[in-house]
């Protein structure tokens, strides 16, 4: 019956080996290389700043804010913000975000590619150039597929990209090559080769649960190998 039980188990060990080489070895070399990198690199600390200092005083918000009261949707938040060289005003809605200029009270018109490149230049912290900036309807996975964006490149040795909404210039984040690869192992590690973001999905699952099956088989078999080594003990000592 032992003989039995440990054959197949021995069996099972040696094909759930073959099957987990290669993501236990990629979950191993994931973790190396995601221990390894700052978190402060990836998220690109040292590339820009997510949020400007605003240089402007209470008095230069003198647009009253009683024309909120005539928008159709429900006001969450308000915001006094800049931008380039104007105070604003950002109001967050149930339907999404407003900006107004704090001067005038006027809504803000979507800036022109000139403008997110200056504000582009005002959020970088590298040493790169600016080589490209480009409107997207929908975004790449790096920015969460996220509508309506544009992407301002630079050319540093960490290919800094810039993103930044649209309608209102808002910044929204930095990738750079320290982001990508480690995106790229985050990717192997929790096995979600589409978005990158489920961590309970079915194939790491039944990846991991093989995984813990390859331990119990292979803590049996070493007590098959501490059994046997206890039985020739004890036949040598007879002789």
């Given at each position: 019956?032992?003989?039995?039980?440990?054959?197949?188990?021995?069996?099972?060990?040696?094909?759930?080996?073959?099957?987990?080489?290669?993501?236990?070895?990629?979950?191993?070399?994931?973790?190396?290389?995601?221990?390894?990198?700052?978190?402060?690199?990836?998220?690109?600390?040292?590339?820009?700043?997510?949020?400007?200092?605003?240089?402007?005083?209470?008095?230069?918000?003198?647009?009253?804010?009683?024309?909120?009261?005539?928008?159709?949707?429900?006001?969450?938040?308000?915001?006094?913000?800049?931008?380039?060289?104007?105070?604003?005003?950002?109001?967050?809605?149930?339907?999404?975000?407003?900006?107004?200029?704090?001067?005038?009270?006027?809504?803000?018109?979507?800036p022109t590619q000139l403008?997110?490149?200056?504000?582009?230049?005002?959020?970088?912290?590298?040493?790169?150039?600016?080589?490209?900036?480009?409107?997207?309807?929908?975004?790449?996975?790096?920015?969460?597929?996220?509508?309506?964006?544009?992407?301002?490149?630079?050319?540093?040795?960490?290919?800094?990209?810039?993103?930044?909404?649209?309608?209102?210039?808002?910044?929204?984040?930095?990738?750079?090559?320290?982001?990508?690869?480690?995106?790229?192992?985050w990717m192997l590690h929790?096995?979600?080769?589409?978005?990158?973001?489920?961590?309970?999905?079915?194939?790491?699952?039944?990846?991991?649960?093989?995984?813990?099956?390859?331990?119990?088989?292979?803590?049996?078999?070493?007590?098959?190998?501490?059994?046997?080594?206890?039985?020739?003990?004890?036949?040598?000592?007879?002789k």
């Amino acid at each position: 019956m032992k003989f039995n039980l440990f054959k197949t188990t021995r069996k099972i060990h040696k094909w759930l080996g073959y099957c987990l080489v290669l993501q236990v070895f990629f979950w191993l070399l994931g973790g190396l290389v995601m221990s390894a990198i700052p978190l402060e690199k990836v998220h690109g600390k040292h590339l820009a700043q997510k949020k400007l200092d605003n240089p402007f005083k209470k008095q230069d918000y003198s647009a009253s804010l009683d024309f909120l009261k005539q928008t159709e949707f429900q006001v969450e938040s308000i915001y006094f913000d800049a931008f380039l060289n104007s105070p604003i005003y950002r109001v967050q809605t149930s339907e999404g975000e407003l900006v107004f200029d704090a001067k005038t009270g006027m809504a803000l018109q979507k800036p022109t590619q000139l403008q997110i490149k200056q504000r582009a230049q005002q959020h970088y912290l590298g040493e790169g150039e600016l080589v490209t900036s480009e409107y997207l309807e929908n975004g790449p996975r790096e920015v969460g597929f996220k509508q309506k964006v544009w992407r301002v490149s630079f050319n540093d040795l960490m290919s800094t990209t810039l993103y930044f909404y649209a309608d209102t210039g808002q910044f929204i984040t930095v990738r750079s090559t320290i982001w990508r690869i480690f995106d790229f192992f985050w990717m192997l590690h929790i096995m979600d080769y589409d978005e990158r973001e489920n961590f309970n999905n079915p194939l790491l699952i039944s990846f991991s649960a093989a995984a813990v099956l390859f331990c119990l088989s292979g803590f049996i078999l070493l007590l098959q190998g501490a059994s046997n080594k206890k039985r020739r003990l004890m036949a040598y000592f007879k002789k």
